[in-house]
């Protein structure tokens, strides 16, 4: 894990906000539209607005955005990360730890069917010599043959 993953903590060194959008997407490692993105999704609003009318955003919101980064690479939904926003709002750590319980059995299931689909695959190529008649082609008759 990099040190930019990192899950930061109230001991973590502040950024001294407020920030613009284009500052916090820098710091955060993402584009200004994905931080419009989150804003639409209601995962990440402004904290406030310059007397221009310019967003501003502090620490805070920093903090939250690199929690959606991170959740999002470990496979978490947007639906799901709003409501681990909404959890780590409310302390509820026995409903985070059975969301990411959810998110693990999910990711389990997705492995051992993906592993499926290698070895099936991986059985295709191995009988296919490939050269030869297409009809004679071992991975196109699977294919042709195989129960919807």
Not at 14 to 19: F, M
Not at 57 to 80: M, S
């Amino acid at each position: 894990m990099r040190d930019s993953d990192a899950i930061p903590t109230s001991r973590n060194k502040p950024t001294s906000g407020p920030h613009t959008i284009g500052r916090l997407a820098a710091l955060a490692g993402v584009g200004i539209d994905t931080v419009r993105y989150y804003e639409r999704a209601g995962l990440l609003q402004p904290a406030g607005r310059s007397a221009s009318g310019y967003r501003r955003y502090g620490d805070e919101e920093l903090r939250q955005l690199r929690f959606i980064r991170r959740a999002q690479r470990l496979g978490f939904t947007l639906q799901e990360i709003q409501e681990l926003l909404a959890l780590s709002r409310k302390k509820g750590v026995r409903a985070v730890r059975a969301a990411a319980q959810a998110k693990l059995a999910d990711v389990e299931l997705r492995i051992a069917e993906l592993s499926r689909v290698r070895n099936a695959l991986a059985g295709l190529v191995e009988a296919c010599p490939g050269h030869g008649p297409l009809s004679d082609c071992p991975i196109l008759r699977a294919l042709d043959e195989a129960p919807a």
